[in-house]
Antibody
Framework: QVQLVESGGGVVRTGRSLRLSCVGSGFTFSGYGMHWLRQAPGKGLEWVAVIWFDESNEYYADSVKGRFTISRDNSKNTLYLQMNSLRAEDTAVYYC????????????????WGQGTLVTVSS | SYELFQPPSVSVAPGQTASITCSGD??????AHWYQQKPGQSPMLVIYQDSRRPSGFPERFSGSNSGNTATLTISGTQAMDEADYYCQAWDSSTAHVVFGGGTKLTVL
């Protein structure tokens, strides 16, 4: 069955960096666009970034553009999110999610989600 | 920027039909998707492309999208359906993903 497992969350000081990872299994990882989304405590969902299945394109939410970088290693079935210049408002549970379509540009439909990893940014 | 609006809460008696709305300018011109999130769990896709149901998901969940409003309908609502529900769309003109604020469904 499809599984996505995030790791790398924790407590970090304002302005510092953190890298999240997400390992996929139970599907052909290299065939799917992958996303990062987040949810601040007690709040709604926010999309963060997407990377094409073949790494040919990546896009970001305005709130993280220039600070976060999404990447993937298809040989390791792993998705990454490098987060720099972290702010208090980046505090959230970060989820990786699979795009529903294969070998195409993403449809921005998130059919499987990981369990999430909590990032807390404090001064 | 494009926005989606949902009622903060909806209540329904067990066995009855629950309807959760999602409003946005000319929403029917783009696809609406719906996610269910139970307390302490990750979101789960329940309806995609307005009305399609992922394989294995209960048939009591259905969706529609017309004019400015998309609607998630749960027929014969069960206690296990109590959750937060989020609508979502992709605005291709801005390449932005948009979520509604979420609706808490309470099964009385």
């Amino acid at each position: 069955q499809v599984q996505l497992v995030e790791s790398g969350g924790g407590v970090v000081r304002t302005g510092r960096s953190l890298r999240l990872s997400c390992v996929g299994s139970g599907f052909t990882f290299s065939g799917y666009g992958m996303h990062w989304l987040r949810q601040a405590p007690g709040k709604g969902l926010e999309w963060v970034a997407v990377i094409w299945f073949d790494e040919s394109n990546e896009y970001y939410a305005d709130s993280v553009k220039g600070r976060f970088t999404i990447s993937r290693d298809n040989s390791k079935n792993t998705l990454y999110l490098q987060m720099n210049s972290l702010r208090a408002e980046d505090t959230a549970v970060y989820y990786c999610a699979r795009d529903r379509v294969t070998y195409l540009s993403p449809n921005y439909e998130f059919d499987y989600w990981g369990q999430g990893t909590l990032v807390t940014v404090s001064s | 920027s494009y926005e989606l609006f949902q009622p903060p809460s909806v209540s329904v008696a067990p066995g009855q039909t629950a309807s959760i709305t999602c409003s946005g300018d000319n929403l029917s011109e783009i696809y609406a998707h719906w996610y269910q999130q139970k307390p302490g769990q990750s979101p789960m896709l329940v309806i995609y492309q307005d009305s399609r149901r992922p394989s294995g998901f209960p048939e009591r969940f259905s969706g529609s999208n017309s004019g400015n409003t998309a609607t998630l309908t749960i027929s014969g609502t069960q206690a296990m359906d109590e959750a937060d529900y989020y609508c979502q769309a992709w605005d291709s003109s801005t390449a932005h993903v948009v979520f509604g604020g979420g609706t808490k469904l309470t099964v009385l």
